[in-house]
């Protein structure tokens, strides 16, 4: 298939349009983490339940979730400087809205709105390097959006302890979300300047219009999926019944985009033809399961290191700051290595983030003193492997994705990012918690690691079947 009609000419802005985009990503992604230490200094400065500051994370997360592959289709009908810049307004005034909150209620839908402005910026991320990058040069870019996805969800913690540290519990809180503003504001001057606004993206789309009977259909959906799972963090609830509704959900999703496409209307997400490219489902499953046992290792020791070892949450952010290290020396190398060995990349990577992990399981039990020279170690280890899946993940599955789709084809690849990221919170966090009751704390957070090697294991597994098959 070819991937656009006329000849491939490189963009000479092509490197700066790209790092304006991952600083754009580097934002979304990092809200995403930087407030888990945060949460009890937010509880205590508001005088509120645990309950409802936990929305004040899974508020963000949700919302995040249900508007990646309508922001990624969006940016594909419509220009993806447009969307960029829409997005950033809207996540600088909610950023804005959240730093200065003077209640709880005002902080969780201020976190609402900036999780949906994120979900309009990400997808560009990946629709920009599609339109602008091919052959080596897409695995190198991927290979840097890699790296920032790796940075920004491992130093989230590190820039929050530190920022609570400096100005103390209630001004670094809302600093968390006020630091935002200046960044966000340096981001529209280099969005208007350097994105290009003719992209390929909007001249290849004949039709502009926007599916939104698909794009309220696939919000509910993964509605139905994320809802019960960031709430299980809370424990077992009537939530859990709303899981029921994911399949007739999807079912209606998937046979309203192939009517759709039936009409000869634009669809949100061309469903048969993202169903008949090589590797596009198998590195959706390998992404999805790796944030599932990834992302919830960062939770349960930030949980474990502050509650059950006494540590600070800047002591707790820089116990895991190897992590971080070690992903931005393979992120880069990764996305250049994946043109030549291809899947055997994300098998290596996965190999040595698990090993990485086990090391973890083991050292997380050492006496609080040493564990800056056992559990840190392996960290950086575990970081290693975690920065070479992400980038090569990405280039592999959506290699023979035309640009015209590149936004939402990216978008729906997140999403199962995001819905992976809080079902690996919830599973970990539950073992953890319920082990807490019967063990020791430093023991229960080596089971919950076991469990993330577990699901760590189903995407090599996964990733192992995809190589074999050629994907």
Request: no cysteine; net charge positive.
């Given at each position: 298939m070819s991937e656009h009609a006329a000849p491939y000419v490189p963009?000479?802005?092509?490197?700066?349009?790209?790092?304006?985009?991952?600083?754009?990503?580097?934002?979304?992604?990092?809200?995403?983490?930087?407030?888990?230490?945060?949460?009890?200094?937010?509880?205590?400065?508001?005088?509120?339940?645990?309950?409802?500051?936990?929305?004040?994370?899974?508020?963000?997360?949700?919302?995040?979730?249900m508007t990646l592959v309508a922001g990624g289709r969006l940016g594909d009908a419509h220009g993806r400087r447009r969307l960029m810049t829409i997005g950033m307004v809207g996540f600088v005034l909610s950023s804005i809205a959240v730093g200065l909150a003077p209640n709880a209620v005002t902080i969780v839908l201020a976190r609402l709105a900036q999780g949906a402005s994120a979900g309009l910026l990400t997808p560009q991320n990946s629709g920009l390097i599609q339109q602008l990058f091919r052959g080596a040069e897409r695995g190198r870019a991927f290979g840097m959006f890699g790296f920032t996805v790796a940075i920004a969800s491992a130093t989230g913690p590190l820039i929050g302890g530190l920022l609570i540290a400096l100005l103390g519990e209630e001004n670094g809180w809302r600093a968390l979300f006020l630091i935002n503003v200046p960044i966000g504001l340096v981001a529209l001057v280099l969005i208007h300047r350097l994105v290009p606004d003719n992209d390929v993206g909007a001249q290849a789309e004949q039709d502009p219009r926007v599916d939104l009977p698909g794009a309220l259909l696939l919000g509910l959906a993964v509605l139905a999926v994320l809802y019960p799972l960031i709430s299980l963090e809370a424990g077992p609830g009537p939530a859990l019944l709303l899981l029921a509704a994911f399949p007739p959900l999807a079912w209606t999703f998937v046979r309203w985009e192939k009517q759709t496409v039936g009409r000869g209307l634009p669809p949100l997400l061309d469903v048969?033809?993202?169903?008949?490219?090589?590797?596009?489902?198998?590195?959706?499953?390998?992404?999805?399961?790796?944030?599932?046992?990834f992302t919830g290792i960062f939770l349960v020791l930030s949980v474990h290191l502050q509650e059950g070892v006494g540590l600070s949450p800047l002591q707790a952010a820089l116990l895991m700051t190897p992590f971080a290290a070690g992903a931005a020396t393979t992120a880069p190398l990764a996305g250049r290595l994946v043109g030549r060995i291809g899947r055997r990349v994300t098998l290596l990577a996965l190999s040595v983030m698990m090993t990485g992990t086990a090391l973890s399981a083991w050292l997380v039990t050492s006496p609080t003193d040493s564990l800056w020279f056992t559990l840190a170690p392996a960290m950086f280890l575990a970081g290693?492997?975690?920065?070479?899946?992400?980038?090569?993940?990405?280039?592999?599955?959506?290699?023979?994705?035309?640009?015209?789709?590149?936004?939402?084809?990216g978008g729906a690849l997140q999403t199962g990012q995001r819905i992976g990221s809080a079902l690996g919170a919830a599973l970990l966090m539950t073992v953890y918690l319920t082990a807490a009751k019967v063990m020791d704390p430093a023991q229960a957070a080596r089971w919950a690691l076991v469990a993330a090697l577990v699901v760590l294991s189903i995407a090599l597994a996964a990733a192992v079947k995809s190589w074999r098959s050629g994907d």
């Open positions: 963009d000479p802005r092509r490197w700066r349009v790209l790092a304006v985009s991952l600083l754009v990503g580097f934002m979304s992604l990092l809200d995403v983490t930087i407030v888990n230490v945060a949460v009890p200094s937010i509880r205590a400065g508001l005088d509120t339940s645990a309950a409802t500051i936990q929305w004040v994370v899974s508020g963000y997360a949700l919302a995040f979730g048969t033809l993202l169903r008949g490219l090589p590797g596009y489902a198998n590195g959706l499953l390998v992404g999805t399961l790796y944030f599932t046992g290693v492997g975690g920065g070479g899946v992400i980038s090569p993940n990405f280039t592999l599955t959506l290699a023979e994705v035309p640009p015209r789709m590149g936004g939402a084809a």
